[in-house]
């Protein structure tokens, strides 16, 4: 079956440093895949789209990258800063659908 | 960019009863809307895909009967939870896509919290 995982621990790291997210997949054949941010009890917002064809997305102190072999992609968050704290989700279309399946998040804390 | 408003933004109801719950796009029209609940620390869960002037798409183990989705313009879509019971208490939200929105971009409202109580 069709899944998608990320880290369901939370990731806690110092201000300053980068902090990597992961988010696999299996069983699909995504022609793009997006990260979401989302904040306690608030809808999710969109940051970031990488196609099947780039391996690597940056905008200002994100990069995502996605490896379609290892069926995985990476976000970073570079000079990470206590308002970067949030849940990070991972999204894909599903194949043959038209409906985007998102994944469970992985909450990040950064310390001041 | 995209702006998609959601309302009411939590709601409180009595076991039973019906809530109807809003969702615009301000500045595009959304040729489909999707809605979401959310459990705390869970995932979103898709329960149906609203195309304008058809019927909703619901995801298996949605109850059609239960959430009446309506989308009757290219800008509203309601979500009405149809006799409430406290285990429908959730975080819903509604997100809403357009062919003239960029790179298949998802845009999400701010989420309602119903509280069946």
């Known amino acids: 079956s069709q899944k998608i995982e990320q880290n369901s621990e939370a990731l806690n790291i110092q201000e300053g440093k980068t902090a990597t997210l992961t988010c696999n997949y299996t069983?699909?054949?995504?022609?793009?895949l997006q990260w979401y941010r989302q904040d306690p009890g608030r809808g999710p917002v969109f940051l970031l789209l990488i196609r099947e064809n780039e391996k690597e997305k940056r905008k200002e102190r994100l990069k995502v990258t996605f490896d379609t072999t290892l069926k995985q992609s990476l976000f970073h968050i570079t000079a990470s800063q206590p308002a970067d704290s949030a849940t990070y989700l991972c999204a894909l279309e599903d194949t043959g659908g038209f409906k985007t399946i998102f994944g469970a998040g992985t909450r990040l804390f950064v310390k001041a | 960019g995209a702006v998609v408003s959601q309302h009411p933004s939590w709601v409180i109801c009595k076991s039973g009863t019906s809530v109807k719950i809003e969702c615009r796009s301000l500045?595009?029209?959304?040729?489909?809307m999707f809605w979401y609940r959310q459990f705390p620390k869970q995932s979103l869960m898709l329960m149906a895909t609203?195309?304008?002037?058809?019927?909703?798409?619901?995801e298996q183990g949605v109850e059609k009967d239960k959430f009446l989705i309506n989308h009757a313009s290219l800008t509203l879509s309601t979500l009405t939870v149809t006799s409430a019971h406290p285990e429908d208490s959730s975080f819903y939200i509604c997100s809403a896509s357009s062919e003239l929105t960029s790179g298949n971009t998802i845009y999400f409202g701010e989420g309602s919290w119903l509280t069946v109580v």
């Open positions: 609203s195309n304008e002037g058809s019927k909703a798409t619901y």
């Open positions: 069983n699909y054949s995504p022609a793009y």
């Open positions: 500045d595009f029209q959304a040729t489909t």
